[in-house]
């Protein structure tokens, strides 16, 4: 659980269980889907998916998007990195393998969201947009507003490039001559600089790589490897 709180559910899975449609075998991503959803009283078919494209676009779930991506993936929200509901027992959810899952909770007008903020997303500031979107359509107040970030690449092992200088004017940290990508401090001044207070903030502290043996990562793993789902749902 990232949120202790019995209003929602707010929950990550790991290794053994690929939960991906595209990477891996369909059939089995489905059972795995449902053996680990069952447990916090969420029926899989309902799952609100996304068609992922590493990019800042937020979309409103309704009731009418119920089971979009929980069985094939024709029917996946197209172009969408964050989804944010006010509706009862409707889950959302993320895939990610290295990138961040970003849960956010707005308990006193009860309207929850989800972001998938790698460092793609986050170059275009995909966390920060769905604090908008709530406060937008929701009238979230961003004072009150709980966030938590789940399992991802850390600044110990996410080595990039120098063109990353260019991207991001903080966030990246140099060691022994090579860089490093911190993805939580980045989306963390993002989601301040919006309004979230730090003391709202909660981190899961694992590192994908560093734990690889119970988290899946892209970087170890490659294009093949399994991906693991955050979901996000009122109850």
């Not at 209003?7 to 449902?34: A, C, H, T, W």
């Not at 007008?109 to 170059?123: D, F, L, S, T």
Request: hydrophobic share 40%; charged share 25%.
């Amino acid at each position: 659980m990232i949120f202790d709180n019995k209003e929602i559910v707010s929950v990550f899975s790991r290794r053994p269980l690929n939960m991906s449609l595209v990477y891996g075998p369909q059939m089995s991503s489905i059972r795995n889907r449902k053996h680990f959803l069952e447990q916090f009283g969420i029926d899989y078919r309902d799952l609100v998916s996304c068609h992922q494209t590493h990019g800042a676009n937020v979309k409103i779930a309704e009731e009418s998007d119920r089971g979009r991506g929980s069985i094939i993936t024709d029917n996946l929200i197209a172009n969408t990195d964050a989804l944010i509901t006010n509706k009862r027992q409707l889950p959302l959810a993320m895939f990610t393998a290295d990138c961040l899952s970003v849960f956010l909770f707005d308990a006193k007008n009860k309207v929850i969201g989800i972001a998938h903020a790698g460092w793609k997303g986050a170059k275009e500031q995909v966390a920060a947009k769905a604090v908008s979107a709530m406060v937008e359509k929701f009238q979230t107040d961003t004072m009150f507003l709980e966030v938590g970030f789940g399992p991802c690449l850390r600044e110990c092992c996410y080595e990039v490039g120098r063109e990353f200088n260019d991207y991001f004017d903080s966030g990246l940290i140099k060691k022994k001559e090579k860089l490093y990508l911190d993805l939580i401090g980045i989306n963390k001044k993002q989601l301040l600089n919006s309004g979230v207070k730090e003391k709202n903030i909660s981190d899961s502290k694992i590192c994908t790589s560093c734990d690889n043996k119970e988290y899946f990562s892209y970087r170890k793993e490659g294009l093949a490897c399994g991906r693991m789902i955050s979901v996000m749902m009122l109850k």
